[in-house]
């Protein structure tokens, strides 16, 4: 699976989006981008995922860039139960076996 | 629906004391993980099971850990004997088939 490079901390003002990068240069072509959270004291989260077209669901939108380097979590208008450690992932979906989770980027929402 | 559900959620107990850690994944569910997490190593892979049967168990730091599947509804991890340095934040997780895997809560374990 492909290695993921994320800044270790972002800040981000209540009610705002908050845009969480990913680089993931060494991406192979039949690889998925995962992003999880982990809340304080919670196990991990499942957000979102997607192969090279933009998603979008009920938590964030997760956008990749066309040639699929890098990607951009969105949380629309992050709220201060947002605040969390978000890790992204880089793993074929076929592969039902392990999660390598980085360090991720610890996300502050302040009011 | 009920989640992944672990058990103790904290556990503290003496060095070379037998330790086992309890989940109940999500019905359903085919995959069953147990993952490690620590201030120094993050999040680690330890040992996976499809249909109860385990799959990759590379990340089993030593032969103090085991693991169990009986039945598709229960599984255990266990350290005998336990260390100080067994001491982290244990998480089950399950999945179906692709779909992504849920956690439990964790059961925090202190080994004194």
């Known amino acids: 699976d492909a290695k993921t490079t994320q800044p270790p901390s972002m800040d981000c003002a209540e009610g705002r989006a908050a845009n969480l990068p990913c680089n993931h240069s060494?991406?192979?072509?039949?690889?998925?981008v995962y992003w999880y959270r982990q809340i304080h004291s919670q196990g991990p989260q499942y957000i979102i995922h997607?192969?090279?077209n933009n998603e979008t669901n009920e938590m964030a939108s997760l956008i990749i860039t066309e040639d699929r380097k890098s990607s951009t979590l969105i949380l629309p208008h992050a709220t201060l139960r947002d605040t969390a450690v978000y890790y992204c992932?880089?793993?074929?979906?076929?592969?039902?076996?392990?999660?390598?989770f980085g360090q991720g980027t610890t996300l502050q929402v302040k009011p | 629906d009920a989640g992944v559900i672990q058990s103790p959620r904290h556990e503290v107990t003496e060095m070379g004391q037998e330790v086992t850690l309890r989940c109940k994944p999500i019905s359903g569910h085919d995959y069953l993980f147990w993952y490690r997490q620590t201030m120094m190593r993050g999040l680690e892979l330890l040992i996976y099971f499809n249909n109860n049967v385990p799959i990759d168990d590379s990340g089993m730091p030593e032969d103090r850990f085991s693991a169990k599947m009986p039945n598709a509804s229960f599984s255990t991890l266990k350290i005998q004997p336990s260390e100080p340095r067994d001491s982290a934040v244990y998480f089950c997780a399950s999945s179906s088939g692709v779909q992504p895997q849920h956690f439990g809560d964790g059961t925090r374990l202190s080994i004194l």
């Open positions: 060494t991406i192979s072509g039949n690889e998925y």
């Open positions: 997607g192969l090279k």
């Open positions: 992932i880089v793993r074929v979906s076929s592969n039902t076996g392990k999660l390598i």
